[in-house]
C-alpha cells in the first residue's frame, strides 16, 4: 500500500501544519484538545480502550482527549496520518501489534513505524487461545501437534484476517512445531468462530475476548493460551509444550518522533496511574485485556522486539497483505 503525500494530508486533516511547541512550552502541556487517532472503526476492542483511556487523561488533565477513528489497510492509515503530523504531543495514535506486524507485510509504506514514533506508554495486553471442537481427537497440544503431523495439509486453521494477529500467532505455533495447516482467512472473529463451532475449520489462534463466551458454554474447547489469562487461569501455556512461543495482542499510546520529551515524561507518568487504578483494571477485564504499563524505552525495545519477531514468521509463512 502506497499512501503518497497528497493522500497523508488528505488523510491528516492537515494536522502537519499544527506549529510545534518546543520543550519552553511543553510544561503547560495540554493547552487545548489532544486527538487520539485509533486505526479501526468506532465499536471494536480497540476503540473501546482508546475512549477508555481518552476519558481517564480527560479527568486528570483537566482536558479534553477525542478519539478519532482512522479505519484503512490495518492501521496503516491511521499511523501514517500520526507520524505526518506535528510532534507537538496533541496527536496521539492508540498503537498495536497490527503496527508492528505491519513493518514487514507492508513493503511499500511512506514510514517506517519503529523509528517514527516516540512510544509512550504500553496500555494493555490480551492472550491468544488456541481453541478447537469439543469433540477434536487432540485434547492436548502435543496430542493437536502429532495429529497434525499424521495429517499434513489437512487441517485448517482459521483468523479473523491475513496478517492479524491471531494469524501469525498461528503461524508461529507451526513454525515451531513443524506442521502445516492450511490458512483461511475471515473478515473478522464472528464468521470464522461460527466455522469452527460448525467444524468447517478445526482450529483457532484467537483473540480471548472472542473466544471466552464460547469456551465457557462448552461450545470450544480451550487447548492452551499464548501467555497468562485471567479468564482461563488452568489452561497451559503453549510455551509449555513449544519453548520460546510467545504472542499476545498489546496496545500503547504512541507519539510521532520528535516528541518533547518532557511530554512524554508527562504523559507516561498519567498513564502509569490510570492503568494501577482498580476501576480501570475492572474496566479493560470486561473486553478482555490486562491493563499494561511500560517505560518510553521499554515501550520501544517492545515494538522493536515484535517487529522482528513477526518479520521471520512473515518470511517462512510467505505471508502476503490480501
Known amino acids: 500500500m502506497i499512501l503518497?503525500?497528497?493522500?497523508?494530508?488528505?488523510?491528516?486533516?492537515?494536522?502537519?501544519?499544527?506549529?510545534?511547541i518546543g520543550p519552553a512550552r511543553a510544561a503547560a502541556?495540554?493547552?487545548?484538545?489532544?486527538?487520539?487517532?485509533?486505526?479501526?472503526?468506532?465499536?471494536?476492542?480497540?476503540?473501546?480502550?482508546?475512549?477508555?483511556l481518552a476519558q481517564k487523561l480527560s479527568e486528570r488533565f483537566n482536558q479534553t482527549f477525542v478519539v478519532e477513528n482512522r479505519p484503512g489497510a490495518a492501521s496503516n492509515v491511521a499511523a501514517s496520518?500520526?507520524?505526518?503530523?506535528?510532534p507537538d504531543g496533541y496527536t496521539l495514535l492508540?498503537?498495536?501489534?497490527?503496527?508492528a506486524i505491519n513493518v514487514s507485510l507492508y513493503q511499500k509504506l511512506d514510514f517506517d513505524f519503529v523509528?517514527?514514533?516516540?512510544?509512550i506508554s504500553l496500555i494493555s495486553r490480551s492472550p491468544l487461545v488456541m481453541v478447537v471442537k469439543p469433540d477434536f481427537p487432540a485434547r492436548t497440544v502435543p496430542e493437536f501437534i502429532a495429529y497434525a503431523k499424521a495429517h499434513p495439509g489437512k487441517l485448517n486453521m482459521g483468523s479473523p484476517g491475513t496478517g492479524g494477529a491471531s494469524h501469525v500467532g498461528g503461524e508461529l505455533f507451526q513454525?515451531?512445531?513443524?506442521?502445516?495447516?492450511?490458512?483461511?482467512?475471515?473478515?473478522?472473529?464472528?464468521?470464522?468462530?461460527?466455522?469452527?463451532?460448525?467444524?468447517?475449520?478445526?482450529?483457532?489462534?484467537?483473540?480471548?475476548?472472542?473466544?471466552?463466551?464460547?469456551?465457557?458454554?462448552?461450545?470450544l474447547r480451550a487447548l492452551a493460551v499464548s501467555s497468562h489469562a485471567a479468564a482461563l487461569p488452568d489452561a497451559p501455556l503453549i510455551s509449555k509444550y513449544l519453548p520460546g512461543y510467545e504472542a499476545y495482542v498489546w496496545n500503547g499510546i504512541v507519539a510521532p518522533k520528535g516528541c518533547p520529551s518532557d511530554v512524554v515524561a508527562k504523559l507516561?507518568?498519567?498513564?502509569?496511574?490510570?492503568?494501577n487504578e482498580p476501576a480501570y483494571k475492572a474496566q479493560l477485564t470486561r473486553v478482555g485485556n490486562t491493563a499494561a504499563y511500560d517505560t518510553p524505552g521499554d515501550f520501544a525495545r517492545l515494538i522493536d522486539?515484535?517487529?522482528?519477531?513477526?518479520?521471520?514468521?512473515?518470511?517462512?509463512?510467505?505471508?502476503?497483505?490480501?
Request: cysteine-free.
Open 4 to 20: 503518497t503525500r497528497r493522500r497523508f494530508v488528505a488523510l491528516s486533516g492537515g494536522v502537519a501544519s499544527l506549529p510545534y
Open 29 to 52: 502541556y495540554p493547552t487545548r484538545p489532544v486527538r487520539i487517532l485509533v486505526g479501526y472503526s468506532a465499536g471494536g476492542v480497540s476503540d473501546i480502550l482508546a475512549r477508555l
Open 81 to 86: 496520518a500520526l507520524i505526518h503530523s506535528a
Open 94 to 99: 492508540l498503537a498495536g501489534i497490527s503496527n
Open 115 to 119: 523509528h517514527d514514533v516516540a512510544p
Open 175 to 219: 513454525m515451531l512445531a513443524g506442521i502445516k495447516m492450511v490458512h483461511v482467512a475471515y473478515r473478522g472473529s464472528p464468521p470464522a468462530l461460527s466455522d469452527l463451532m460448525a467444524g468447517r475449520i478445526d482450529v483457532m489462534f484467537d483473540n480471548i475476548a472472542s473466544s471466552i463466551p464460547f469456551i465457557q458454554s462448552g461450545k
Open 268 to 275: 507516561n507518568a498519567e498513564i502509569k496511574d490510570v492503568v
Open 305 to 322: 522486539a515484535d517487529s522482528r519477531k513477526w518479520a521471520k514468521v512473515i518470511s517462512y509463512a510467505g505471508i502476503k497483505p490480501e
